[in-house]
């Protein structure tokens, strides 16, 4: 009787790690950039010590691991901006124009989180990953 018990209790356990790892972000914020909307998933620590800008790149992978790595800062402390910047284009080829529009979008997205009073974390950062990086 007790390894049936066991195994439930293992199993559950893994059910509920499995949900935590899927866990959604704690809100959405919303930015303008030459009047297109480019959305934010927030992931957001209790007392947050910084922000972290995190790109991604353009690969439905490359998602995955973004989400992955947003919560990893949360629970460390920090507030991750999961931005959605690849939007402001009309494709995601990786020309001169839409880097620039891409790399505008990013510095008003950042000129925002400055003007705003009394930020949680005044200290951001910027990170990335594929085109992203």
């Given at each position: 009787?007790?390894?049936?018990?066991?195994?439930?209790?293992?199993?559950?356990?893994?059910?509920?790690?499995?949900?935590?790892?899927?866990?959604?972000?704690?809100?959405?914020?919303?930015?303008?950039?030459?009047?297109?909307?480019?959305?934010?998933?927030?992931?957001?620590?209790?007392?947050?010590?910084?922000?972290?800008?995190?790109l991604r790149g353009a690969n439905?992978?490359?998602?995955?691991?973004?989400?992955?790595?947003?919560?990893?800062?949360?629970?460390?402390?920090?507030?991750?901006?999961?931005?959605?910047?690849?939007?402001?284009?009309?494709?995601?080829?990786?020309?001169?124009?839409?880097?620039?529009?891409?790399?505008?979008?990013?510095?008003?997205?950042?000129?925002?989180?400055?003007?705003?009073?009394?930020?949680?974390?005044?200290?951001?950062?910027?990170?990335?990953?594929?085109?992203?990086?």
């Amino acid at each position: 009787m007790r390894l049936p018990r066991m195994m439930v209790g293992v199993l559950f356990w893994l059910a509920t790690a499995a949900l935590r790892a899927q866990t959604l972000p704690v809100e959405y914020a919303t930015f303008m950039s030459h009047g297109k909307a480019v959305s934010c998933a927030v992931y957001d620590a209790r007392d947050a010590t910084a922000t972290i800008v995190f790109l991604r790149g353009a690969n439905p992978a490359d998602l995955a691991f973004a989400r992955s790595e947003a919560r990893f800062f949360a629970e460390h402390a920090f507030r991750v901006l999961l931005v959605d910047y690849l939007t402001v284009t009309p494709n995601l080829e990786p020309t001169v124009t839409n880097y620039r529009r891409w790399g505008q979008a990013v510095e008003d997205i950042l000129g925002d989180l400055h003007a705003r009073p009394a930020p949680k974390a005044r200290q951001i950062a910027v990170i990335g990953q594929g085109l992203g990086a």
